[in-house]
């Protein structure tokens, strides 16, 4: 899911508290409402309805996300529809009976829409297992087929029929993922793209039947085989194109032949690839900016730059010459592929609240915020009451303090980026500046600053698919990056602090999303920042799957949570002192991934406040009582301000408690 660098500007604006949500309290709660909003668009497509008329849908995202439909004549917004229960749509697909389909991402939902009414229906879950819906593709008399995860299914759903999981099953066991689906009309077969591991599956839908078909040099890989899409009758042949971003190339199958063709050498957006009305060429977008024409016919062709799309999310022919292309940020632009000039066209998106994935406090007094999953940034001011946008940055999954400077680690692939907060926010003026990247890794969590040295470490969670996270040093001085590997092997490193000399970090037996794990429970460990070695590690907490909330305590010692359980921890003896259940954590929830859950924070009291597992509690330091605070929702991250008010997220909202 990779974020593109959305359009940058600062928007303030002036916000309202909501009421608080009880008023038996021991403290006054306040909602501050959503933080971050977006245009962020999803599966998008082109169609006639049944009268022949031209429509533009897309999905785009936000709580709840929304089905916008375009009319073709006058490009007005004629249809917004909230989609109940979902978050977004990875896909749309309309089935050869004239209905369109939409693919809800979380929960796992499927819905239904008459193009051009003002009506959707909720066909629930496709099957009980599955929280997420991919791909669609469109069967034969009006069926559909979707794409799922975690289970790596395909389901058929029918109006006549209701739901039918294909392969009884995973489509290939041991894979969460059937990321990419694409339905061949002639032979009645599906082609199914699978991660975290990539495969390419062919699959009967009639008997559940399969072949794995990708090359053996690509086969099983770390990855994903991502988007497909079948372009019919290029030379008389049936091309599948299935994309494979994590190696940057798109494969071309030959469906007559049963053949792999040469390999485009870039990762395409297959989805809205089409081929030419007038000869045998394909035209695509790759990259950031670039549409190609290539002709798949010619073994040693090389694509031909024709025009810019942005990352086209769907496309139609309105002429021999023109295209009309919707691309990812959210504009619809008339391409020439003539001239390779194009005009844009006016759209009304509206911009959605979009979920918090990250809270912290800034050095700027400010309460910083990170979207999920579209990224972007924004800032409350607790004393003006304002909100400020900071846009242009991926999912940000770990925010980190040194100074003045905001440290930003973001989804994908580990990128690193700093924040001077007394200079104002420009991304073509790199502030903030891109630091670095950690190869192999995805998700970087945990974060501290080792002042004493001018120093970072960062503690990251690998790709999909794989085990072992990285521990990254950043040479304040130097603006230098350095990772170490193996640090602690098949194991993610998602807390850090920084006591009596060592670099403290806390792990999580989960790595990428995919990968089975090996390490039976989290370990605690430290690292000496001057020799760069780990001098010790040991479990904390016998069993625990991950250790987060690492802070130095009120009593020169090191508190930190895991799964459940608070640990008090000597940094000079480097033993356990003690341990305290916070919370019983149901055994459906030991099964998922954790890479965050608890935050823990000392208040001017000399009292500890925490968060987990949505709970909001407060343990006395001296007698380690414990005390639920019912807030009467789920609270998660949590940080304060310089006036002792805390601050956590739930959904869309930003969330105040001040002790009373």
């Avoid at 087929?145 to 995973?170: E, L, N, S, V």
Wanted: glycine content about 12%.
């Amino acid at each position: 899911m990779k974020m593109m660098l959305r359009s940058r500007f600062i928007l303030l604006l002036l916000i309202m508290p909501f009421l608080a949500v009880s008023q038996n309290l021991p403290g006054k709660l306040v909602n501050l409402g959503p933080q971050v909003k977006e245009k962020y668009l999803e599966g998008s497509l082109f169609l006639k309805d049944e009268k022949g008329k031209d429509w533009l849908y897309t999905v785009v995202r936000g709580s709840p996300g929304y089905l916008l439909g375009y009319d073709l004549v006058n490009y007005e917004l004629k249809v917004k529809l909230p989609l109940i229960k979902m978050d977004g749509a990875w896909d749309i697909g309309m089935s050869s009976d004239g209905w369109l389909y939409i693919a809800g991402s979380a929960g796992g939902r499927l819905a239904r829409h008459w193009p051009g009414s003002q009506q959707i229906e909720d066909l629930g879950k496709p099957l009980i297992s599955e929280t997420y819906l991919f791909a669609l593709a469109s069967g034969k008399n009006g069926e559909i087929f979707g794409a799922t995860y975690p289970g790596c299914r395909i389901f058929r759903y029918h109006p006549k029929d209701g739901f039918k999981d294909i392969g009884a099953g995973a489509i290939k066991a041991g894979e969460q993922y059937v990321h990419g689906l694409a339905y061949h009309e002639k032979t009645d077969k599906l082609y199914a793209g699978i991660g975290s591991r990539s495969y390419l599956v062919e699959v009967n839908p009639r008997t559940g039947e399969r072949k794995e078909i990708l090359p053996d040099q690509y086969r099983g890989g770390s990855g994903f085989v991502y988007d497909m899409k079948i372009i019919n009758d290029v030379d008389g042949a049936d091309l599948l194109l299935a994309n494979l971003p994590d190696l940057g190339k798109t494969v071309v199958y030959n469906l007559k032949t049963e053949t792999f063709e040469e390999d485009i050498q870039r990762s395409v957006m297959v989805k809205s690839a089409l081929k030419s009305l007038t000869d045998e060429k394909v035209y695509y977008s790759a990259g950031w900016t670039d549409l190609y024409a290539l002709d798949l016919t010619k073994p040693v062709s090389k694509p031909q730059k024709v025009g810019v799309a942005k990352k086209a999310l769907a496309t139609k022919w309105l002429n021999h010459s023109e295209l009309l292309i919707l691309n990812a940020e959210a504009e619809l632009l008339r391409c020439n592929i003539k001239t390779g000039e194009s005009k844009s066209i006016p759209i009304d998106v509206p911009a959605q609240p979009i979920g918090l994935i990250a809270v912290a406090a800034g050095p700027d007094g400010q309460i910083w915020t990170g979207g999920y999953l579209t990224g972007n940034n924004a800032a409350y001011n607790p004393e003006s009451k304002t909100i400020t946008s900071y846009p242009g940055l991926h999912q940000p999954e770990g925010i980190t303090i040194q100074d003045e400077n905001i440290y930003f680690g973001t989804y994908t692939r580990a990128e690193f980026y700093v924040y001077n907060t007394t200079l104002p926010w420009s991304l073509e003026k790199g502030n903030p500046k891109k630091i670095g990247q950690i190869k192999g890794q995805d998700r970087p969590f945990g974060g501290v600053n080792v002042a004493e040295h001018r120093q970072l470490y960062f503690g990251t969670v690998p790709g999909y698919g794989l085990l072992g996270g990285a521990l990254a040093a950043y040479d304040i001085k130097e603006g230098k990056m350095t990772p170490y590997f193996n640090v602690m092997p098949n194991s993610s490193i998602v807390s850090l602090v920084y006591a009596n000399g060592s670099v403290l970090g806390g792990t999580s037996v989960w790595g990428g999303l995919g990968a089975v794990p090996i390490a039976k429970e989290a370990s605690l460990f430290g690292w000496d920042p001057v020799r760069k070695i780990k001098t010790f590690e040991l479990v904390p907490v016998p069993e625990a799957k991950a250790i987060t909330g690492l802070i130095n305590g009120p009593d020169g010692m090191v508190w930190g949570m895991a799964d459940g359980v608070c640990f008090i921890f000597d940094p000079v003896s480097n033993t356990v002192r003690t341990s305290k259940k916070v919370f019983e954590v149901p055994e459906e929830v030991k099964k998922k991934p954790v890479w965050r859950d608890a935050f823990l924070v000392l208040h001017p009291s000399g009292n500890v406040y925490g968060t987990a597992g949505g709970k909001f509690f407060k343990i006395d330091p001296s007698s380690k009582e414990v005390t639920m605070i019912p807030l009467g929702i789920a609270a998660h991250s949590l940080c304060m301000d310089q006036q002792g008010r805390f601050y956590f997220r739930n959904g869309i909202n930003l969330w105040q408690y001040e002790i009373l």
